[in-house]
């Protein structure tokens, strides 16, 4: 995967914010904006706002500009430049790189955005030059990336592996994808909140259940969080649930990937109880004894920006995909 000379658009796409920036190859970001996605007005709106910020920034700059890698939180064709299904921003089937192509006089690649975040960690994280590499993200859902013999595993249309989806509990919460248990409805900011709510009205005890109604409005991850920390029983339960569950994924990942490396991203992996020896503990528990301890699993280094970086990766660097 060598190194191309240049600079290149990164867009992250999500459901609540577009990020967009000029980046070296060095994963160096020049300049960035980042504004609403207003993913209600329609897909034709939103690929205006890219085609937009895509101009501004390609104008703000002498340097020659390779493309633009544009990051989409769902299905795409990688090879054809659709997007095939983005749930989140209500978006089926779009010819997107035909569009941004001629919009911007710059050549257009996409990208799933856990394949984005990805990339940008491992090539400017801490997953930088491992031959097989699993990036997770935690937020609204579980996404995942697979480096697997230095190569992007895109899988046969581009969105690769969606570890989110492998079922932990069969008779479990029904999950966006129409299957029941899996992994995303338990780890995720969503599966954290809904069963904090599902044992409200179980533990009248808890400071947590006498500050919030039985339904749990305004409850957020971050306060269960907090609430751990000061003592609260209920948040407790959900808490080492959740690194319970967290670690069982792991494992199942460990055990069929064989990978060097794991980072653990999104807005849930910042809680510092996700990165404890408890979880370490229960992975290592439940993975194959000759690989006991040898998978480091660490914060994901690149944050905020991980999916922009990532997605101008495809144009600074030679990526080969399986």
Request: glycine share 14%; hydrophobic share 40%.
């Amino acid at each position: 995967m060598k190194k191309k000379n240049g600079l290149a658009l990164g867009v992250d796409v999500g459901g609540t914010r577009i990020k967009a920036g000029l980046v070296d190859n060095e994963g160096r970001i020049l300049k960035s904006q980042v504004i609403p996605t207003q993913r209600e007005k329609g897909a034709e709106y939103v690929l205006k706002q890219i085609e937009n910020l895509s101009n501004e920034l390609s104008k703000s700059t002498a340097e020659k500009i390779l493309g633009v890698g544009l990051a989409l939180p769902g299905e795409v064709d990688n090879q054809r430049g659709y997007c095939l299904y983005c749930p989140n921003l209500k978006w089926g089937k779009l010819e997107v790189s035909k569009y941004l192509t001629k919009a911007t006089g710059l050549p257009v690649k996409l990208v799933n955005d856990a394949n984005a975040a990805c990339l940008g960690e491992y090539f400017y994280g801490g997953g930088k030059g491992v031959p097989t590499f699993l990036s997770i993200t935690l937020g609204t859902g579980v996404g995942s990336g697979l480096i697997l013999a230095q190569r992007l595993c895109t899988g046969r249309f581009g969105s690769g592996v969606e570890a989110g989806h492998m079922v932990i509990e069969p008779n479990g919460y029904p999950c966006a994808c129409g299957r029941r248990g899996c992994w995303e409805t338990l780890v995720s900011g969503p599966g954290i909140i809904r069963r904090a709510k599902a044992k409200l009205k179980k533990m009248s005890e808890s400071k947590l259940a006498r500050g919030f109604s039985p339904e749990g409005q305004g409850l957020t991850p971050e306060i269960i969080f907090q609430a751990f920390r000061d003592g609260d029983p209920l948040a407790r339960v959900v808490v080492e649930e959740t690194i319970f569950y967290l670690a069982v994924g792991l494992a199942n990942l460990i055990n069929l990937f064989n990978p060097y490396k794991i980072s653990l991203g999104g807005g849930v992996a910042e809680a510092e109880e996700i990165m404890c020896s408890q979880l370490m503990e229960q992975v290592n528990n439940n993975v194959f004894p000759t690989i006991r301890g040898k998978v480091e699993i660490f914060k994901a280094r690149q944050g905020y920006y991980g999916g922009l970086v990532g997605a101008a990766s495809l144009w600074l660097h030679k990526i080969e995909t399986i």
